[in-house]
């Protein structure tokens, strides 16, 4: 578990670009799929309540994903 800590980090470490980091620690933490990340916008976060709205997700339903003090504070 800790060695995979190590290996993510080191990922995300390696990427330069802010919003891609950003894309990629959003879709690692939250358990996104593809398809949900490029449809995402800034009116699906709710920061007061620290959760990602995800509309017509796998199944055409709409769901919530709690978002990681991390990811918080990247936004």
Request: glycine share 4%.
């Amino acid at each position: 578990m800790v060695r995979q800590f190590f290996q993510v980090q080191a990922i995300l470490g390696s990427i330069t670009n802010l919003k891609h980091r950003m894309a990629i620690a959003l879709i690692y933490s939250t358990g996104l799929r593809i398809s949900e990340a490029v449809n995402l916008i800034i009116a699906d976060i709710d920061m007061d309540r620290s959760i990602k709205n995800i509309r017509q997700a796998k199944g055409k339903k709409d769901r919530q994903v709690p978002l990681s003090r991390t990811i918080d504070r990247m936004l």
